[in-house]
């Protein structure tokens, strides 16, 4: 499980938000989802990723990736679809995944002050710049 947050990137990337609850079926899970985060990060065009998951097992992975080819690429990895088909039947009672484009990031800097970056023409030139 990640424990550093995922820096701002610049937009415009993707991230895969997959919310969850989980079953009290254990067989193997820990195994699976160490396994799917070092597959994750040797996938091309991927930035990164975030999760929690409580004790009443609901949880939440952000994976972000760099654009729409490399989401889809990670969910046609034949490892990863075998993963998710075992996880329906075995350790999800339910799920939702959203994929959403990220057009603005913000991320504190070093000095504690928040910067942004768009990737809106109308808003200025996509590069970052400081917040006031």
């Keep these: ?6 820096p701002a990137h610049r937009p415009p990337y993707y991230a895969v938000i997959f919310t969850s609850r ?3 079926a254990d067989d193997g899970f820990a195994e699976t989802a160490a396994r799917m985060e070092r597959l994750a990060a040797e996938q091309p065009g991927f930035l990164g990723h975030e999760s929690v998951r409580g004790a009443d097992g609901r949880g ?21 679809a075998a993963a998710r088909a075992y996880g329906r039947e075995h350790w999800y009672e339910e799920y939702v995944v959203h994929v959403a484009k990220v ?8 000095d504690g002050g928040g910067h942004v970056t768009d990737a809106d023409p109308g808003r200025g030139t996509g590069a970052s710049a400081r917040r006031t």
């Design 1 to 6: 499980m990640s424990t550093s947050l995922v």
């Design 22 to 24: 989980r079953t009290a």
């Design 60 to 80: 939440i992975t952000v994976a972000y990736f760099t654009d729409g080819a490399a989401v889809a690429a990670w969910r046609e990895n034949a490892e990863h």
């Design 103 to 110: 057009e603005r990031a913000y991320a504190s800097g070093q």
